[in-house]
């Protein structure tokens, strides 16, 4: 009688967690366990789906292991504007692991990755804290990023606006014949990322979408919009609502309040504030 897949799934987890287990590939696994040829469909989509969630690893060879056993921890890749980063394991109660620029490889901020923890002298540049380098991504976190177009001699690039994205974005000039509108130098755009395999090039993608001028008023927020993906429009309801709201300030509203609305006043703070919260009203007084 034929097994399912939550069977699959404990029949394997209990193998690679014996002691005397070496690791094998899915073929290896299969005859192991007995399984069929039917079977070892479900058994193949088992272990691409414990590898994805950090259950196990696929060291050389294609053979599996559980992570612990080969040096591995699986978890959220974070890293700083510096290039470095930390991987939050998915095990809850490990420690957090340090990832030296070099060792990002290609992954990226927010990407579920596998990390090798390294035991070699040179990695241990700070006593207690552990050290690795990543290996394998499990899943990018995001697959566009908003960013400023910008041009060199022989190409476009894009710089995003999250400085945790360490890399420029190449994308080729011909791109903008196929989009609505042109793109130019200076404009925030929204690039779709392609597959990035090798640490020695820069990441590549399409521009999918030109939002505007970065300096034009509004393309700020619709930048943030996009980013975290956003919607751009209120639900009707919500519109309906704020229809039926008075312009009208009534009198219980000011009271209590220092009624401003007749003076000049300007806002001191730079362009790149977070907030726009100090301002400023000059006027003349009887003593000059």
């Known amino acids: 009688m034929a097994i399912n897949g939550r069977k699959i799934r404990e029949q394997v987890l209990a193998l690679l967690a014996r002691k005397d287990y070496r690791p094998l590939d899915k073929i290896e696994i299969a005859r192991k366990l007995g399984l069929t040829p039917s079977e070892g469909v479900a058994l193949r989509k088992t272990l691409r789906e414990l590898e994805r969630g950090g259950q196990i690893a696929r060291i050389r060879k294609n053979r599996y292991v559980l992570p612990a056993e080969a040096d591995l921890v699986a978890g959220k890749l974070s890293i700083h504007q510096a290039g470095y980063g930390f991987l939050t394991p998915e095990t809850p109660g490990e420690p957090d692991t340090f990832i030296a620029a070099e060792n990002i490889g290609t992954a990226m901020h927010g990407d579920r990755v596998v990390a090798r923890i390294s035991r070699d002298e040179p990695y241990s540049r700070i006593k207690g804290r552990r050290e ?101 429009e209120f639900p009707n309801d919500v519109l309906d609502q704020a229809e039926r709201i008075s312009e009208e300030i009534g009198a219980r509203q000011l009271d209590g309040r220092e009624d401003l609305r007749n003076e000049f006043i300007v806002t001191i703070d730079p362009d790149d504030a977070r907030d726009f919260d100090d301002a400023i009203q000059v006027e003349k007084t009887n003593t000059g």
């Open 132 to 232: 690795g380098r990543v290996i394998r991504i499990l899943e990018r976190a995001h697959d566009t990023i908003v960013g400023t177009l910008q041009r060199s001699r022989n190409f476009y690039y894009v710089v995003p606006d999250d400085p945790r994205f360490v890399h420029d974005i190449y994308v080729r000039p011909e791109q903008d014949q196929r989009l609505g509108t042109s793109a130019n130098a200076g404009d925030k755009v929204v690039v779709r990322l392609e597959p990035w395999e090798s640490r020695h090039v820069n990441p590549e993608g399409e521009i999918i979408e030109v939002l505007g001028p970065a300096s034009t008023p509004g393309i700020d927020m619709l930048s943030i919009i996009r980013k975290y993906h956003l919607p751009a």
